[in-house]
């Protein structure tokens, strides 16, 4: 693996990053110069935004001039918001230097008290002539405001006035670009310290810190994009070997996993056989998308266990998948399981139950959950499973367990670990520590954990799955990929960062063309070998 993809996968707590950081200083890299540094592929980066007015040359740079790439920039009116530490070290260098290209640069800073490299910026950007100002109410007009108040690491809330400044820079109707980590965020929960600012876009410094993927930061991290500043690999796994993994998924992470490697000479049995057992009378729907998102996957084989009221529907809609009708109940739920001759579940080789269930089929459950085969839980899977007590029930399971709950499923089946809209790393982690399963927590950002405290991380998504159905869209593609995956060497928990990753995706590019209400589920389906193309 390339460096570059290795860096672009690692997350790390503010510890981590410390204890990295102190790594690189005890081996004789001066502050002062990595901040020169870093600040200096951030100044790079401020001149590529083409969106900044050009006042020195008395114009807006045009379309044709933009797409060009050419730097537009130049004379455009920037604020530095210095804090007391080397963030604000970082902000008063990326100042320096800007000034120096001809942007009209103007300084930010109420505190008294800084470090002393900082001061030292600090001390030599006033000799400069740059303009400093110590209230809010001073502050002149700007195209840009760059935040370098507070880095990784902050854990106490902010108060006034510091915190009445951030709360009006937030309501002025321009562009802030933060430093490492928006002002105001805990680095690796992502909570708002009292208040925070509400970056447009941030630039990660280093390695992606832990709060760029809990839900509650999204808002205030805005287009977050890694830094690197050529941390040395021996550094992070000296840091790291010991550490549970929490790695985010990347593209070329999922695509060597995709499509699912097949020989030249091979048949359907060879290549996973998958049984979904999925739909009721009032949820119909909800079989028809599982298998279509298992359809998607390649699966060798593919049965679908229904009502049996909902056989002649599910044909109609997969001719090739084997369609198993089922005893009812009065409700029209699966009464029985009620497989083919000579056919029982250890037949297949994984299990997706759930989606379209309603609870009157708890026996159902019941049966999957006593079997050692492969099994995915979803949906009313889970809400039986929370009933049963999911902790004692899945640790007496021989076979590998995938639930893939969302937030309030989650609380149900585990009301005792880590609030999941808090903190997802840590309750996704909690969860399947105690538990055994394999967790894949949905939100906008989605976190999978392996029973020994691993974590992967999809980090790009869209609202446009915030739909009914796309969950059973989900359910379905992972199956099919942990059958096929059941006579592969490939860990239980890439697979299901895979598949979410594959999901998250279609759903991008579908949004991408059709927008984000344009989005439903069955659409969704029609766009997941898309990404694949």
């Known amino acids: 693996m390339q460096r570059q993809e290795k860096i672009s996968q690692v997350i790390v ?29 951030i100044a790079c980066r401020i001149q590529e935004i083409p969106q900044i007015p050009c006042k020195k040359a008395g114009y807006v740079a045009s379309n044709s001039l933009l797409k060009k790439g050419l730097p537009q920039a130049v ?48 001390q030599y950007a006033q000799s400069l002539g740059i303009p400093i100002y110590q209230t809010i109410e001073q502050l002149p007009d700007s195209d840009l405001l760059i935040d370098g108040l507070f880095g990784f690491g902050l854990e106490r809330n902010l108060t006034d006035p510091i915190a009445s400044a951030i709360n009006q820079l937030n309501e002025l109707s321009v562009p802030i670009y933060s430093i490492d980590l928006p002002s105001g965020l805990h680095t690796d929960t ?65 695509l060597a996993t995709l499509p699912l490697p097949r020989p030249p000479v091979t048949h359907k049995y060879k290549e996973g056989h998958l049984l979904l057992i999925c739909g009721s009378r009032r949820y119909a729907g909800g079989a028809i998308l599982t298998g279509l998102g298992a359809r998607a996957s390649g699966v060798g084989m593919l049965s679908i266990a229904v009502p049996e009221s909902l056989k002649s529907l599910l044909v109609s809609h ?54 050692e085969r492969p099994l995915i839980l979803d949906a009313d899977g889970l809400n039986i499973l929370a009933q049963m007590g999911a902790i004692a029930t899945l640790k007496k399971r021989l076979g590998v367990t995938v639930l893939t709950p969302h937030t309030g499923e989650f609380q149900r089946l ?29 939100g906008a950002r989605t976190a999978i954990a392996n029973p020994q405290g691993g974590i992967w991380m999809i980090t790009e998504s869209t609202p446009a799955l915030a739909r009914g159905g796309s969950g059973d869209v989900l359910t379905g593609l992972l199956g099919g990929l942990l059958a096929q995956a059941a006579t592969k060497q490939i860990s239980v928990e890439d697979i299901v960062a895979t598949a979410a990753w594959w999901h998250s995706q ?28």
Not at 13 to 41: H, N, S, W, Y
Not at 100 to 122: A, C, D, M, N
Not at 197 to 204: E, G, P, Y
Not at 510 to 524: P, S
Request: charged share 20%.
């Open 506 to 533: 279609a759903g991008i590019i579908a949004a991408q063309e059709r927008t984000e209400l344009g989005v439903d589920a069955f659409t969704l389906t029609q766009y997941l070998l898309k990404v694949l193309s």
């Open 414 to 442: 585990f009301p005792d670990v880590a609030d999941a809209k808090h903190d997802t790393v840590k309750a996704a982690q909690e969860a399947a520590l105690q538990s055994g399963a394999v967790v894949l927590l949905k």
């Open 190 to 254: 992502g909570v708002v310290l009292g208040t925070a600012i509400r970056a447009t876009n941030t630039f990660c410094l280093g390695l992606w810190k832990l709060a760029f993927f809990q839900d509650r930061a999204l808002e205030y991290v805005g287009k977050a994009e890694l830094i690197d500043f050529d941390i040395p690999l021996a550094d992070i796994e000296a840091v790291l070997k010991d550490a549970p993994s929490i790695k985010r998924i990347t593209p070329a992470t999922a």
């Open 318 to 371: 997969l001719p090739e998948a084997l369609i198993i009708g089922c005893p009812e109940t009065e409700s029209g739920a699966i009464a029985q399981l009620q497989l083919p001759e000579k056919t029982d579940l250890t037949s297949f080789n994984a299990i997706a139950c759930g989606p379209g269930l309603t609870r009157d089929a708890t026996p159902i459950v019941q049966e999957v959950i006593e079997s």
């Open 13 to 41: 707590t503010a510890g981590q990053m410390r204890d990295i950081e102190d790594r690189i200083f005890a081996a004789g890299m001066p502050v002062i110069a990595l901040m020169e540094k870093v600040a200096g592929l």
């Open 75 to 122: 004379g455009s009116r920037v604020g530095i918001l210095v804090g007391p530490g080397h963030n604000g070290g970082d902000a008063l260098v990326v100042a320096r230097e800007l000034h120096f290209r001809g942007y009209e640069v103007w300084i930010y800073s109420p505190f008294s008290k800084f470090k002393e490299l900082t001061s030292q910026h600090l």
